[in-house]
């Protein structure tokens, strides 16, 4: 192999947070001038750590870092941009009150007297827009513009810095199969005008699809950088979790029995005017899983909001077992068998400061043999507890444990515990392996297959299109606040047929979309 | 009735509607500075005090209502920089910073008034002096007009300008656009190198300095003396005159001026004998229907905004 020069070289990196979490355990990372250089690993494994230290967000507690063969210290974003390195965070740090023009030239507007010089902004977006083959809107207000076009906007604002290193943080979360594409067709110019890009990412297939090499990251480790068509998907998960996964989950055929849920008509226009739901109607039978997939945004959360009582104000009929439910809170949903593992655990799910045991029972305290007329019962709800963390494998000490102390992936399976085991009749698991290990995911995949199989409806909502296929025995897609595609089997349909109908470019006709109401 | 619509529709109600809305819009546009950078200054009503207050003693030991101004408008400036320092450096609430600063002022001037003057309730015996007024040639001349515009107070001119020169300042300026986006979202500032913590502090010093401006106005020119407590909420009433008026200078001031109007006609039932304590109110009853309405208007439009037309916002949190 030829000798390239290396853009960046980091060497034996230590981060030792305040609170005592080693986010990077002496890692070692260089990258060659001109790769798609991806680093990989699951959540927590240090990648955003390693990357924040890059560019100067986070100080490393001990290492060196070399940028083109120089040693350099770098101490804020604004050092790394002088650097020559750009990065584009996973939550976009865009203003969206402002205009596209305005996002990039924010911090170096070009001035004439006191003002802005506004038409020489103009021509700096459409110049770098051109000369890099990402097409922009100079004059369109961010707000409004769908987020393939927002990620654009970061990276033209990178690279308009003079940016010749670009950090990209889990680029493709938020885009469908489509607009992935079209960014990795842009990153693929990008090389060729002699940019170096890393590539954050623990989507193996993009991983595959996009990078020239890869360095692989476990616990804040370094387990190994390689060429990456010198290595296979089962190689890269297995040095990414220490043991073998399976990628595949076992899914027998569904028995679905008689309707649970019965969604006609649902609408829903939000406070500021919105209408964020439009004509939904689906039905869901007991030991069934239906899918609904589509873009962030689409109305999903709205959904998911006012089938389990979290927002009032919507019109049509919910009809759980054939009574009306729409309009109840989300006590009088719950007592009616609905449980829900909410999108955001952190701020729905888990009361953080509280131990285990009390999440855990959060929504049986009352009744027994948890609770009686007047007092709780502590020792039933531990021991209750002890055996749902051995059940559901938590890596906790003991029931008394603090949430907070957990990791993410142990978070969600204290959620998953709770729901799963209140018999409920009806399951509403809004992303439920967002964020978590790939040992947590997998578990938390197989329970949901598990549920299903003893008879639970279980409608899932999740914009991880792999999740999507693997689980769902039926699939509606929303766009806009519709739905716009029913597949009343997953056999033979691809992620990039679903991103068709989550983009708004396919739609099925309405008697098609009526089969979603199955009796 | 009569009596009503004649002093309403004359020359000197116009004025005094000027009149009174000068120390208003002062405040807006103060109060204006601060939000849009994401800092809301609740200690308006304070610094306006403190400024009111040194205008008036500096300019009776002098002998020059210029530097009595100035002295004024330094001192409403040092309110805003230690409210600065205890949110951006301390991180204190910033309401509750602002709160106290308000207390502060409000205690601080009556003690130092006692101490230099002996009185605790006005400085009428001591000797200070007013800016100016202004007449405007040819204006002057003009029926109506002239003694509805000329002839007032030289910061009620400065006022107008003020307007023009905030508004000039947010939407046309590398520094207006930092306001907003530090503003909007402190984060995407950051990371283009923006220091948050500066521009903060440059709006709130802003937004202390027209405060002052506001406060030597009461003192050195709507009377000639400084009175205890005499803004009287004007810095809470910009705070909602501001929210009225939305994000622009002019909206600020026409927000302003409807307080000023309120003001004015206050003082023109007080002229036809309604109690005063009745009169007194009307702002203050004032300040919360306009509230009211205007928050129920915002949402009616809202819900008659045609649905299909609109595009879906689209949500970036992961």
Do not use: C
Not at chain 1, 16 to 39: Q, T
Not at chain 1, 157 to 163: H, N, S, Y
Not at chain 1, 414 to 428: D, P
Not at chain 2, 111 to 126: N, Q, V
Request: proline share 4%; aromatic share 8%.
């Amino acid at each position: 192999m030829k000798e390239v020069a290396l853009a960046v070289e980091m060497k034996e990196i230590v981060k030792v947070y305040p609170n005592g979490v080693v986010a990077n355990r002496g890692v070692d990372f260089s990258v060659e001038e001109g790769e798609i250089h991806a680093l990989v690993g699951e959540n927590g494994a240090g990648k955003t750590t390693l990357m924040k230290i890059l560019f100067g967000m986070e100080q490393p507690t001990s290492g060196q870092i070399k940028i083109f063969g120089k040693d350099v210290r770098i101490h804020s974003p604004h050092d790394a941009i002088t650097l020559g390195i750009g990065m584009v965070h996973q939550h976009f740090m865009l203003v969206p009150s402002l205009t596209v023009a305005e996002n990039v030239i924010l911090g170096i507007e070009p001035r004439r007297g006191w003002s802005i010089d506004r038409e020489k902004a103009r021509k700096m977006v459409e110049e770098a827009s051109e000369k890099f083959g990402l097409p922009i809107p100079p004059d369109e207000v961010v707000r409004d513009l769908p987020v393939g076009i927002k990620q654009r906007v970061e990276i033209v604002k990178a690279l308009i810095r003079g940016a010749k290193i670009l950090i990209l943080d889990e680029p493709t979360a938020v885009l469908t199969p489509q607009e992935t594409e079209e960014l990795f067709e842009s990153l693929r110019n990008l090389t060729e005008k002699g940019v170096t890009i890393i590539f954050i990412s623990h989507k193996l297939k993009e991983v595959k699809a996009i990078s020239h090499r890869l360095t692989i990251l476990r616990d804040g480790r370094h387990m190994g950088t390689f060429v990456t068509d010198e290595i296979t998907e089962e190689e890269i998960s297995k040095r990414m979790v220490g043991r073998e996964v399976e990628l595949v989950i076992e899914r027998p055929e569904p028995k679905p029995g008689e309707v649970v849920l019965r969604v006609e008509e649902l609408g829903y226009v939000r406070d500021d005017g919105v209408r964020m739901l439009n004509g939904v109607s689906f039905s869901l039978r007991s030991g069934e899983i239906l899918g609904v997939a589509g873009v962030e945004g689409n109305g999903q959360r709205e959904l998911v909001e006012i089938l389990t009582g979290l927002r009032s104000g919507a019109t049509g009929s919910v009809k759980l077992h054939g009574e009306e439910i729409l309009g109840l809170d989300a006590y009088g949903i719950r007592r009616r068998s609905v449980s829900h593992i909410p999108e955001d655990r952190v701020e729905f799910g888990v009361a953080l400061k509280a131990p285990i045991w009390e999440n855990v029972v959060s929504d049986r305290y009352w009744k027994p043999p948890f609770g009686g007329k007047i007092r709780i019962f502590p020792k039933v709800m531990k021991a209750f507890t002890a055996k749902a963390i051995e059940e559901f494998s938590i890596k906790a000490d003991n029931p008394d444990t603090p949430v907070m102390m957990l990791s993410g992936g142990n978070m969600q399976k204290v959620v998953v515990a709770r729901e799963f085991t209140s018999n409920a009749k009806l399951l509403i698991a809004d992303q439920p392996t967002r964020g978590i290990d790939v040992g947590s995911t997998e578990f938390v995949r197989k329970k949901l297959i598990e549920a299903r199989d003893s008879g639970l409806a279980i409608l899932l909502v999740s914009a991880d299109l792999q999740e999507i296929l693997q689980l769902s025995d039926r699939i509606v897609v929303m766009y806009k606040g519709e739905i716009v595609g029913y597949f009343p089997q997953n056999r033979g349909l691809t992620e990039e047929e679903l991103g068709y109908y989550m983009l708004g470019v396919k739609r099925h006709e309405p008697s098609r979309l009526k089969e979603a109401i199955v009796a | 009735m009569n009596e009503i619509a004649r002093s309403i529709l004359s020359a000197e109600f116009v004025y005094s509607v000027i009149r009174v809305s000068t120390p208003l819009i002062f405040a807006v546009m103060g109060a204006l500075l601060s939000e849009i950078a994401g800092v809301i200054n609740i200690a308006l009503e304070g610094m306006m005090l403190m400024a009111a207050f040194w205008g008036v003693i500096v300019s009776a030991f002098t002998g020059s209502a210029w530097l009595g101004m100035l002295a004024g408008l330094a001192s409403a400036v040092l309110l805003a920089l230690a409210l600065a320092y205890f949110h951006l450096n301390l991180r204190t609430n910033l309401i509750l910073a602002g709160i106290a600063l308000n207390l502060f002022a409000s205690g601080a001037t009556v003690f130092l008034l006692y101490l230099i003057s002996g009185d605790k309730g006005s400085s009428a015996s001591i000797k200070s002096y007013v800016l100016p007024r202004v007449d405007i040639p040819l204006l002057k001349d003009i029926p109506f007009f002239g003694d509805a515009l000329s002839g007032h107070h030289i910061l009620t001119y400065l006022a107008f300008a003020a307007v023009v020169f905030v508004q000039y300042l947010i939407y046309r300026t590398p520094l207006g656009l930092r306001l907003r986006a530090v503003g909007e979202n402190p984060e995407a500032a950051e990371s283009v190198g923006i220091s948050v913590r500066r521009v903060r502090y440059i709006a709130l010093v802003l937004s202390g300095l027209m405060a002052g401006f506001g406060g030597v106005f009461l003192s050195m020119g709507y009377v000639s003396w400084f009175a205890r407590d005499m803004t009287s909420g004007r810095g809470f009433i910009a705070l909602a005159a501001q929210a009225l008026g939305g994000k622009t200078a002019i909206g600020g001031m026409l927000g302003a001026m409807l307080f000023g109007l309120a003001e004015a006609l206050s003082y023109t039932f007080q002229a036809i004998r309604i109690p005063s304590e009745f009169t007194n109110m009307m702002p203050f009853v004032f300040t919360l229907i306009a509230l009211a309405v205007y928050a129920r208007s915002v949402i009616a439009r809202h819900r008659k905004a045609p649905s299909s037309s609109q595009p879906l916002e689209e949500n970036t949190e992961t």
